[in-house]
């Protein structure tokens, strides 16, 4: 074999040379179609062909392209692939011979293969995954998986599109293979309290002839950063309590929610009063904000307290809220009753009206638990006038008469109005 290449290349230098022609045809056209009047061309007769033996000589191109000597045309033998024949060269010929004999003589044929757009751009995968931020700042690059047009010229990759465009743009680098990169880059700060997925789609357009294209699917998981802070459902709460409830007893539920995503979100209640004694009474639940007693209320003591409440996520970010309790009154109390000043003795001429003694009355509770009303028995010369609020004066109400009666003994009841009195 390689002696017959060595013996043709010395006939080729020896032999003349009668003329060259070129054509130039797309690729993939069907076998036996037209490449070339090849005798019209080179001037020479079909029967000169005939006569000639002529034939193709080609050290790799016989494959794709035959000669009909009859009728003195070049045909395509076998589908002609550009993108195998040539790959990436913008430039792609079939370069051969035809050899004639009885007197020997070759002429050079070139055929150019023009490229058609029969490839549309593909990405190797189908979909790239990222896991971004939500604090990414904005100019932020990623790298995308470029495509690939095999096909040349305007027929190749020409431009890339990303949808949609709220968040991200693409940006291309040029590349010494001649190639593009793109990136795609954060044009607008990302919110996973928003979108905690974003699908996006990259496609790739060549320019050819109908336009072919190409996508990728791009999916991005918004990673979570601690960016909101809990926040209370009021900034006041109010509860009621009754006094001396068993410890225990829950006064309220204060509630704070946080739009972040794990121990970003996750939420710890505390009581931060310092200066007065609410912490010795009440105890809110660090996990479900239960604000309950654990002590027990004198409303005597207290009738209103500000649990000041805190909320904290994880990160160290809080909200505040106070709950206001009232404490409500039960009659726990009885009246007291003080004797202000007594005279022990009495002249029996006494004037009506006198007064003999002041009497002070006095009720922890409130309300009608604490409204005290004091009435003594009506057989005695003496009345219980009210002279204010809780004082009242015993005065006599009619003559004594100490040979009648040098004594009295005097019983003052005082009741509040609550229930039970
Ligand atoms: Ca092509
Ligand atoms: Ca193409
Ligand atoms: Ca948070
Ligand atoms: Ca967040």
């Known amino acids: 074999m390689k002696r017959q290449v060595l013996l043709f290349v010395s006939l080729i230098s020896l032999g003349p040379v009668f003329g060259q022609v070129s054509y130039s045809i797309p690729e993939e056209m069907s076998r036996g179609s037209l490449v070339g009047r090849i005798a019209q061309d080179l001037g020479l007769e079909i029967k000169r062909l005939i006569s000639g033996k002529a034939k193709i000589y080609s050290r790799n191109s016989d494959q794709y392209i035959e000669l009909n000597r009859e009728r003195g045309v070049l045909l395509i033998k076998e589908r002609i692939d550009r993108e195998a024949l040539c790959t990436e060269k913008a430039l792609c010929a079939l370069d051969f011979q035809i050899l004639l004999e009885n007197p020997m003589e070759f002429y050079t044929v070139t055929v150019q293969i023009t490229d058609i757009n029969d490839n549309a751009p593909t990405f190797e995968k189908s979909e790239m995954n990222f896991k971004i931020s939500e604090s990414a700042a904005t100019g932020a690059k990623f790298d995308l998986e470029r495509a690939v047009d095999l096909d040349v010229g305007i027929n190749d990759l020409q431009k ?75 900034k006041t709460y109010k509860a009621t309590v009754t006094e001396n409830s068993p410890k225990g007893t829950v006064v309220a539920t204060v509630t704070a929610s946080d739009a972040d995503q794990g121990s970003n979100s996750k939420i710890t209640y505390s009581i931060t009063n310092t200066l007065d004694n609410v912490r010795k009474m009440f105890y809110v639940n660090e996990e479900n904000g239960q604000v309950s007693l654990i002590e027990t209320i004198d409303f005597e003591k207290s009738k209103r307290f500000q649990i000041n409440l805190r909320a904290n996520d994880d990160g160290g970010l809080t909200d505040s809220c106070k709950l206001i309790v009232d404490v409500l009154d039960v009659n726990d109390n009885k009246p007291e009753i003080n004797i202000m000043s007594k005279s022990t003795v009495i002249s029996e001429d006494a004037k009506l009206n006198m007064v003999v003694t002041m009497i002070n009355t006095e009720d922890l509770d409130s309300g009608d638990n604490g409204n005290v009303k004091c009435f003594i028995s009506d057989n005695v010369p003496f009345i219980l006038k009210l002279t204010r609020n809780n004082f009242y004066n015993l005065v006599t109400d009619s003559d004594l008469n100490r040979e009648r009666a040098s004594e009295y003994n005097i019983t003052v009841t005082c009741s509040d109005e609550g229930v039970p009195s």
Request: proline fraction near 7%.
């Open 160 to 234: 890339y599109e990303l949808k949609p465009t709220e968040n991200f743009g693409l940006k291309l680098h040029s590349n010494p293979d001649g190639h593009k990169n793109v990136e795609m880059v954060l044009l607008k700060p990302l919110d996973r309290e928003k979108q905690e997925q974003i699908s996006l789609v990259l496609t790739a357009v060549d320019g050819g002839e109908p336009q072919m294209s190409g996508t990728m699917q791009i999916l991005i998981t918004v990673l979570d950063v601690n960016d909101n802070a809990p926040v209370f459902t009021q």
